[in-house]
């Protein structure tokens, strides 16, 4: 297992650490609470100077441009008693200027390096602009699309989102936080805030220790075992215990059971709102409540700076555990080079949209596309003539989705701009026909008919806006929303093969949709570039391999519904539809088992789903042996032959089922993936190596441990499909 980045004694932590102990020793404790308070810029004026000259404040948000930021960084180091310089945050979500896709879109790409690719050029672009740190990754496993903030989740499943998660703080710090391309990393939201009830932003959790421990704990280790230097808390209670609050998560699990030594930052005032929870009865409860929980710093609520001195006075709260997190605060100001070089060189020139940063997030709204349908209508061909409908065919703020502060619209090349740009050849009707996706205005569904009328093919752009997703932006109906399905229809009746572009910010429940499309290429909303990346994709210059990183449902009534689940005592099996039921059927005639009257218990499209123009075929599934025991790598291996006439990629997955445990366990889990590039006619021997420590789990005495059994496992395309095989640990 890998350590945190402090943890490695090396001359030069040696030497940080004794910088930062003399420094320690120096400070009085209001410069302490200085240190762990953060405040967010409301205009530079003489009061917010005072307070920095007075070391009342160690970290900034939201302070983008670079002369104010050298300004309060002046400030701080030569106008202040000690000199310490402040530690700029920004929110950095899937980009800084060049805008990637959404964290959700590059986890269907299933590539590390395409998610480690995208983090390194939004920090080049941040860290030049003097900003050091981004609140992301967000490692919240996310279960339900009706919440907003699945945009910016790595999806459903544990281990992928550990993998992409560790991927995203690599390339935000590099090997080197100091350097001029890297920001320090915020693993978020510390923990289980994915599963707010009902999918409504900001509601309560009901996660057991187990399951928490299982499922939603396991990608924030790993990203701090990948180097992450902070961490923030969540806005939700978990069993009513706020997670700004919550001593257990912050000191019992993440600092002595992980170790983990940077520091901890409570989310925009969600120290304050354990009030609004009923968990503190003041502010002075609420700066000894999270003091004692294991809060670093805090974000803009200023309880800390209002209370903790007197608190301390009080003996309500221990000088030690201060020490500790200014001591926190210092290292990772010191590894971020802050106290050599806190300014920003203005003469520098900007690598903000640089042709490198553009193709690079071309590259992975490329390989973040899902193509969910293709009945022989795609690829085109640029000599068919083309009518381009709907309203995010040329959605210049909409197609960077959500979490996008500091992008450009007017770098942004959409599908029309990219059509017109590269494709200057292709023969093209563009008719918006909605000016967004909640207009409801259907006056112009007969020029989509004329326009479709002249065309050979049809490509409608559909989806949701951006502010339609993200924080506080949870929807109880994710259909395609306003008159869009009513659109496709149309477009549908007039007899021409139609090719449905869906953008959005989580996936939509569009069964009612694919009757009325031969072809579907979904999006989750793909930043700068998705405007060509389509289109290579459109027109086959480029060859869909993204998957999915998140069940799609049927019907919003499934929620929640994801591929690794627990069995039931009584598996689905024959399911009838509403239709087939007879009238005065007897109770039990259905079969007594789980799933839905008038939905059944499949989603629409499982976990892991992406089609190609390219097929696969997969053979040959060999396991090194049918049983192993503790310390032996067992080795799986199959074939994969492209057998189409089309080059492509592909992304084989793994996945076990641990047949009986101490406790129910999923019934199955994806446990290895890989992207293999084949061309046409060639066949792949794919080897994947799985321990016991990978089947390791906290069964009934709260004990991770691999449980000696029976396993079954699965190499294929998805996770409702794949060759079979099986072996025991013993």
């Known amino acids: 297992m890998s350590v945190s980045l402090f943890s490695q004694k090396d001359n030069g932590t040696v030497k940080m650490e004794r910088f930062v102990e003399d420094l320690l020793s120096k400070m009085t404790l209001d410069d302490k609470i200085g240190q762990m308070n953060q405040l967010n810029l409301e205009g530079i004026n003489d009061t917010l100077l005072t307070k920095i000259k007075a070391g009342q404040i160690g970290s900034m948000l939201n302070i983008t441009d670079p002369k104010e930021i050298n300004l309060v960084q002046e400030t701080a180091v030569k106008d202040s008693r000690l000199g310490i310089p402040l530690i700029i945050g920004r929110d950095i979500i899937h980009g800084f200027k060049t805008i990637f896709p959404i964290p959700l879109g590059q986890a269907a790409s299933f590539n590390p390096q395409i998610v480690e690719d995208g983090a390194r050029v939004a920090a080049t672009e941040a860290r030049e602009r003097g900003i050091h740190w981004t609140f992301a990754p967000m490692l919240d496993i996310s279960r339900d699309a009706r919440w907003g903030r699945i945009a910016e989740s790595l999806g459903e499943d544990t281990y992928l989102a550990g993998k992409l998660g560790a991927a995203v703080v690599k390339g935000f710090q590099g090997n080197d936080l100091s350097s001029d391309n890297s920001l320090a990393a915020c693993v978020k939201h510390f923990v289980g805030y994915g599963a707010s009830e009902g999918g409504r932003d900001y509601n309560s959790t009901n996660i057991p220790e187990r399951l928490m421990r299982n499922v939603y704990l396991p990608p924030f280790r790993e990203a701090i075992e990948a180097g992450a230097v902070t961490l923030m808390t969540s806005f939700n209670d978990n069993d009513g215990i706020p997670s700004s609050g919550n001593s ?53 609520s200023e309880t800390y700076v209002d209370y903790l001195k007197e608190l301390v006075t009080e003996k309500k709260v221990s000088l030690a555990d201060i020490d500790n997190y200014v001591r926190n605060i210092l290292k990772v100001k010191y590894r971020l080079g802050l106290f050599d070089n806190p300014y920003v060189d203005t ?43 709907g309203p995010m065919a040329d959605a210049k703020h909409d197609q960077m989705g959500t979490w996008v502060f500091d992008g450009d619209k007017n770098y942004t090349v959409t599908p029309l701009k990219a059509l017109q740009r590269g494709y ?120 869909p391999s993204g998957k999915l990183p998140v069940t799609f449902v049927r019907e919003v009534g499934q929620i929640p519904m994801y591929y690794n689940h627990n ?21 039990t005639s259905l079969g007594n088992t789980s799933f839905y009257l008038d939905s059944g218990d499949k989603p629409l499209f499982p976990f892991g789903y ?31 032959k492209n057998v189409s006439n089309v080059d492509g990629d592909e992304v084989v997955q793994l996945y076990v089922r641990d047949l009986v445990g101490s406790i129910a366990r999923p019934v199955k889990e994806l446990k290895g993936f890989t992207k293999i590039h084949l061309k046409a006619g060639e066949s792949k021997q794919v080897e994947f190596q799985l321990t016991p420590e990978e089947l390791a789990f906290y069964g009934r005495d709260l004990q991770k441990k691999a449980e000696a059994g029976d396993f079954k496992l699965w190499v294929g395309p998805n996770s409702a499909e794949g060759l079979e095989g099986g072996f025991s640990l013993q």
């Open 567 to 587: 069995n039931t005592g009584r598996p689905a099996q024959w399911i009838p539809t509403l239709d087939e039921i007879p009238t005065e059927a007897q109770q």
């Open 424 to 543: 200057k050849n292709v023969s093209f009707i563009y008719e918006p026909i909605l000016n967004y996706s909640r207009d409801k205005n259907k006056t112009f569904f007969e020029k989509a008919k004329k326009a479709v009328g002249e065309a050979d093919v049809a490509v409608v752009f559909l989806g949701e806006e951006s502010i339609l997703s993200g924080e506080a932006h949870s929807l109880s109906n994710i259909n395609l929303i306003g008159v869009q399905s009513e659109l496709l229809q149309v477009v549908k009746s007039c007899g021409k093969p139609v090719v449905l572009v869906v953008m959005a910010g989580r996936p939509l429940t569009i069964e009612r949709d694919l009757p009325y499309a031969d072809a579907v290429l979904y999006n989750f909303h793909p930043g700068t570039m998705g405007g060509p990346a389509i289109w290579d994709l459109l027109f086959g210059k480029e060859n």
């Open 347 to 389: 003469s520098k020139v900007s690598t903000a949209y640089s042709e490198r940063h553009l193709q690079t997030a071309r590259r992975a709204a490329v390989e973040s596309a899902i193509l969910l349908k293709n009945e022989d209508v795609l690829p085109l061909h640029v000599n068919q003539k083309i009518a381009i409908i």
């Open 610 to 640: 992406g089609l190609s123009y390219s097929k696969f075929k997969y053979s040959g599934l060999q396991l090194s042996s049918d049983k192993i025991k503790q310390g032996e790598t067992l080795m799986v291996k199959a074939t994969v």
């Open 248 to 300: 257990f998560l912050l000191k019992d699990i993440l600092r002595k059971e992980w170790q983990f030594d940077g520091f901890v930052v409570s989310d925009w005032a969600s120290m304050s709102e354990m009030l609004s929870h009923g968990y503190a009865v003041d502010r002075k409860d609420v700066a000894m409540l999270a003091a004692n929980a294991g809060i670093d710093m805090e974000m803009v």
